[in-house]
């Protein structure tokens, strides 16, 4: 799988790029990571990426020109203009990082790692000109109700959560099956767990999780006691069956106390 990041500060992904499940998935050749330097297709000896918005206000905006350029390069291929438009291969994301962008979640990384490519245009200053998140960018993403300097870090966020769901990226492929937000936690409350006897009665009060699924359940190591806190006595039981329903029971646990908004009236 292919990732393009578009940015003005191409230094930035030096880091994040370099460190456990994404640098492994890099050296496997798992995935492919180009990072694009935008003022490379500027015009003017200033590299000038930006400007002032029309109707007045504070701030800069990034023009529309050197993006669509630096997309079209990447891709081969120009995107035409208003009077004759060229789509982007369905099994493309060109994706606008924003903050007026439609809330990243779990599903979307599990949508985005069953496409071949995946280009992230990093937004900066006041915001993007128009056009290009209405004729550019197949998606506008954000990643949580909050302000950033920029995109940078809601790509690198969105390039991990997608890299870990391809085959291969992880040492144990269940790990991504039973961790918050996963498959796992969507449907009839106690219908998906492995090895799970159907959920007590008053689990079933909860009418179904959201689409969004569970909580993580909670997870215990060695020692079994620490400073007087012991690990729950069904972790260490050896009763399989058990271990999955209090696991299920747990996750709801804190899926109510932690984020009911999960939880479908």
Known sequence: MRFDLVTIFPEFFSGPLDYGIVRRARETGLIDVHVQDLRVFTKDRHRTVDDRPFG???GMVLKPEPLFEAVESLLGYGFGDASRQTLPDPKT???LTSAAGRLFRQETA???AGLERVILICGRYEGVD?????????????????ILSGGELPAALILDAVTRLLPGALGNEASSQYESFSEMGTGRIGATAVGASPAPTKDREVAQVSSHGLLDFPHYTRPAEFRGWTVPEVLIGGNH???AKWRREAALEKTRRQRPDLLLP
Not at 131 to 141: D, M
């Open 241 to 243: 069956a058990e271990v």
């Open 56 to 58: 007045g206000g504070a």
């Open 93 to 95: 994301a060109i994706i």
């Open 110 to 112: 599990r949508r985005y």
């Open 130 to 146: 128009e056009r290009v998140a209405e004729h550019l960018a197949t998606e506008e993403i954000s990643i949580g109700d909050f």
